[in-house]
């Protein structure tokens, strides 16, 4: 009798142990369905943006003098002394170097005392000549012998003042190639000047740009060590055959004044001011768009919820964005992925967007 009480005992006992496992599953699969219903999708979006009248592309660029002029004298013989040295600011016309003016301070009165003999001499003969007491022939050959000592004495003075070099524009002196004493012969650079008041930029474009160079309405250029300063170009010339890489130079200048913080050999970001053809509508990421019916739509979001939108599209531009000239509106928000997996209505929530100073959202 004790054994068959004790078998039902336990009878019992596994029938509630198999309900209440029964009863923990069906807690788990409801609570699991019920998550599954209020799941909300993440999306990313984008703000429409009004098309802007100007736009503007960035090349990198160095800075060149306008042209570099090896100086040196006309006559030759040794230098007495330089008064500048590299990396001097110079005004037009200012001393550079002199030579020993010694052999042609010699030979100028050598030939000074020739001519004014010979001054003499003319002024009794034509005195002769008009009261016909000298025979025409005589008269011309001491003219002749006359003018011939003073073209001589006129080289002697030019040579002596060759001695002496001067700055032919205002600039900076980049190199002197000697020593004072050192002789050097005609036509030997001595001293080398960049020229001032223009400086020189080259940038390569592409061909898309170079084609719309009409459309250009401004170019400036900055450079890092000069924070908050901007520097207004002007367009000399372009290159009209690309080069090996495909890319067409523009030719530009900066009216450069003498005290101008930027000079040759600075590396410099140059922007380009473009007029935008396309002033109408606003422009979205190209990833926005699907296709339904061969019309483009996007996913408007507006209230945590999407709306299917249809609109009108022009050109795609070379940074991913698209045109849109109907259907939104500028900081209209738009869906930019997994555009598949929505649907009418749909509730979502929108990813945040990283901040700048938060990167990976770490903090």
Request: hydrophobic share 35%; proline share 4%.
């Amino acid at each position: 009798m004790k054994t068959n009480i004790f078998r039902m005992r336990n009878k019992y006992r596994n029938v509630f142990l198999a309900i209440a496992v029964c009863s923990l599953f069906a807690s788990c699969s409801n609570n699991q369905t019920e998550n599954t219903l209020h799941y909300t999708k993440m999306v990313k979006t984008a703000v429409a943006e009004k098309i802007p009248s100007v736009y503007v592309k960035q090349f990198p660029g160095i800075i060149k003098e306008d042209n570099e002029v090896n100086l040196s004298f006309r006559v030759a013989g040794p230098i007495l002394k330089y008064h500048v040295k590299e990396g001097d600011y110079i005004k037009k016309g200012q001393l550079i170097a002199e030579m020993d003016p010694r052999d042609y301070q010699v030979q100028k009165q050598a030939i000074q005392t020739q001519v004014t003999q010979l001054q003499s001499e003319y002024k009794r003969v034509k005195e002769l000549n008009d009261r016909k007491s000298l025979a025409d022939n005589d008269y011309e050959k001491m003219k002749a012998g006359k003018e011939l000592a003073e073209a001589k004495l006129k080289n002697a003075i030019d040579q002596l003042n060759d001695t002496k070099l001067y700055a032919p524009f205002s600039g900076y002196i980049t190199k002197t190639n000697y020593e004072n004493g050192e002789i050097v012969n005609t036509g030997m650079p001595v001293a080398s000047i960049i020229k001032l008041g223009l400086l020189k930029i080259e940038i390569n474009i592409p061909a898309t740009l170079y084609l719309k160079r009409d459309l250009i309405t401004k170019i400036e250029c900055t450079q890092n060590e000069l924070p908050n300063q901007t520097f207004n170009l002007s367009i000399d010339a372009d290159a009209k055959k690309a080069n090996s890489s495909g890319l067409y130079t523009l030719y530009l200048s900066y009216p450069s004044p003498a005290n101008s913080k930027l000079t040759p050999g600075m590396n410099v970001s140059v922007n380009v001011y473009l007029k935008n053809e396309l002033t109408n509508g606003v422009k979205i990421p190209a990833s926005a768009l699907f296709d339904k019916d061969g019309k483009n739509f996007v996913w408007l979001v507006s209230d945590s919820t999407v709306t299917a939108k249809q609109i009108t599209t022009d050109n795609i531009f070379n940074d991913g964005f698209i045109n849109v000239t109907s259907g939104l509106n500028p900081n209209d928000q738009v869906v930019t992925g997994g555009l598949n997996l929505l649907s009418e209505g749909e509730k979502v929530k929108v990813v945040p967007k990283m901040s700048k100073s938060n990167i990976g959202n770490i903090l």
